[in-house]
């Protein structure tokens, strides 16, 4: 009896964990589509009406020290306008984001609202966050004109996960006292002034010294000894891409059905940013780049005099006790940029869609997150790009975090040359990218040209390769 | 009758102490892998409802559409074929050195141990630095003895040379369990051999070495084991590059699922890995049988 007993215990606690095992999995499926019946059933005009109902929006975000007390902040004003409103703010690291976020989403735990990159397409393709033109239908107090042409992360003809949250853009930098030293011209300001490539070049070998303080065109300069680098391009599309637009080349083709990379102009551009590495020994190679600090810190110690990276090194260099210009990228033949950036996305799963729109709207108002656009971010509203009291407000040069030339250089510049950037643009752009990145690792090595490298990579990801999201 | 009952009163209390193993097993070893076993044949990117596709994530990776599979299983295996015997190598003689009584012994043991306690991370950017091509002590070491330097992890040819001897430097768990094993050698056998006039290396050869097979297939095992699973270095050192010539395995699996978000692909490359890993540790048990000596074992 005892025996029998014995066994049907340990059966039952057997079947019983795989009871539960199986449970999680199946409560995984079918919580997830109930989640999604559930939200295609409601409108969102239904859960808007009660205003004083007490509503709570789970907020996730990622961001410095800086930018996570900033958003509290702007969160903290925005609870006092809107009484019914508490949000509770989850800061995440930006690399572990997408992780957490899947795991909440997995453990019906998604946020109401959340910071997203590229990967929200994807969840717009899936249905699990609104499509930000059926929510800007109903909200008379802005439209969609009001935000920069090409400010817009879709993933689909008229569906959008948003316009960017806050934009930054590709940014030359430099050290001006290295300039003085070198007895040269600061980079201009205007667009219409850039460089051309050549005047660039020559500029950048003034700039560069070797151990023995030779410039790279006297005889006996070493280019295994650099010490101090002309200009260091971050050797990523943010910063190749503007020179490739430059000489009239695009990701993609006009077409969308080819990778534009590997055309002439595009190619052109890209060997010449690998030729001021491996040719004119200007700017240190992947290797060499291993060994030189992150931007503001290579400016400061003066490893190199001008910097081709992400306007976000802004925040950082203001920080830092330098004496720091901005200037016009260099051009081929006209100036071309572009705006990036995350945007806010809102979950179907959200019980209070209306109230988390009401607060991507405050967040996405430059008003009250001013001092994060004085420093890193660049408003996504056309009008304060315009207005000269609100350029005031946030782009006025005696701020810390915007140098001389700021406007100009920065705001101008890619407001009045912008183009649509890949990233949003470019449909499967992060697997494709992946794919050229690796082929190009080869062409700033200096092992192979950018046509042959490029044409490789034509090859191998010409299934990948589907078009743009605007045309 | 009485026996019977008390013994399997001990059985069920066996059971009852070493339950918290198995629920830890089941509930979270063996129940998440059977949902990832599921899950790959999903189509599931991490936030969507998984849809079934049966086998289409298998015969995508197989079939050579997913560029990236063939790509790192070469490169994985080319890592596990140069760092697997090199660092057994490596350790075993190391082992045989300080199984000497020289002066300074536990320190020596100490040293070389070290290293496998410092977390891959910390390790990762000690070896950035040495391995820097302009600045890094490899090439300036090589410098002065006249040799020409190496573009080390920044080169495609020698960025899976140059993990894997970084790997010998971490052999240091390796080398403990020969020391142990080595320890564990009686002493009258190699009395046997000095009466019989053997040489220092009769000495190796008839005893040390027979006597460490067992440890030298375990460590084997684990060795394959790690080295398919090869991941940090990736990660924080070349990114899979230069042009993916380090795309180790398990770092595509890592990219497929967290950069390309496509969980159900990933889980079946999961999947894939188990059962060539399976399938080797297999191999070498069944091959174990020809050179494994085990003391005590009539048979040989």
Known sequence: MRKRSGTKTILFVFLAVMMIVTACANGNNDSGQSKNTAVNGNSTKDKSSGTNEQVKLKFTFWGSPQEKKAVEDAIKAFEGIHKNITIEPVHITGTDFLQKLNAMIAGNEAPDLSYSAAWKLKMGEEDLIYNFFDLIKEDPSIKKEDYLEYGWWNWDTDKSAGPYQAAVVPSLMYNADMFQDAGVEVPPTKASEAWTWDEFVETAKKLTLDRNGKHPDEAGFDPKNIKQYGVKFSLSWISYMPLVLSNGGDYLTDDGKELGLAKPEAAEAIQKIADLINVHHVAPSPVQASSIPAPATALQSKKVAMVIDGSWNHLDLSKANINWGVGVLPILKEYKSFFLGGSLIIFKSSKHPKEAWEFSKFLTDPNNVLEMHQGLWMPQLTKWYEDPQLIDSWANEELSGRPIGFQDAVMRSTFEHAEPAPENNVKNFVEIDAAVAASLDQVWLGTKSAEEALKEAEERIKPLVQGTYLK | ?300
């Open chain 2, 1 to 300: 009758m009485k026996q019977k009952r008390v013994s399997f009163k001990n059985e069920w209390n066996g059971i009852l102490f070493a339950l918290p193993a198995i629920l830890g097993l089941l509930i979270f070893t063996l129940g998440p892998m059977l949902y990832s076993l599921y899950m790959s044949f999903t189509d599931y990117s991490g936030s969507n409802v998984p849809t079934f596709v049966g086998l289409d994530n298998y015969t995508r990776i197989f079939s050579g559409e997913d560029q990236y599979f063939y790509k790192s299983l070469r490169v994985t295996v080319y890592f596990v074929i140069l760092s697997v015997p090199s660092g057994i190598i490596y350790s075993f003689l190391l082992a045989l050195l300080l199984n000497r009584d020289v002066k300074g012994k536990a320190i020596f043991r100490t040293i070389f141990y070290l290293p496998s306690i410092v977390p891959i991370i910390a390790i990762s950017f000690i070896w950035l630095w040495l391995l820097n091509p302009d600045l890094g002590l490899a090439n300036e070491l090589l410098g002065a003895l006249g040799f020409p330097g190496s573009q080390w992890i920044f080169g495609e040819k020698s960025v899976v040379p140059s993990l894997a001897m970084m790997n010998l430097w971490t052999t240091g768990g390796t080398m403990i369990i020969f020391l142990a094993g080595l320890q564990d050698i009686p002493r009258s056998l190699y009395e046997a051999i000095e009466i019989d006039g053997g040489s220092r290396f009769d000495k190796l050869w008839a005893i040390t070495v027979p006597m460490m097979t067992p440890t030298i297939f375990f460590n084997l095992i684990i060795g394959i084991i790690n080295g398919f699973q090869i991941f940090a270095q990736a990660h924080v050192m070349t990114n899979g590059g230069p042009n993916n010539a380090s795309l180790f395995y398990v770092f595509y699996l890592y990219r497929e699922a967290f950069q390309f978000s496509r969980m159900g692909s990933a889980s079946a490359i999961a999947w894939v890995l188990f059962i060539i890993i399976m399938a080797l540790t297999f191999i070498v048990f069944k091959t174990s049988r020809k050179w494994v000596y085990y003391e005590g074992d009539g048979s040989r």
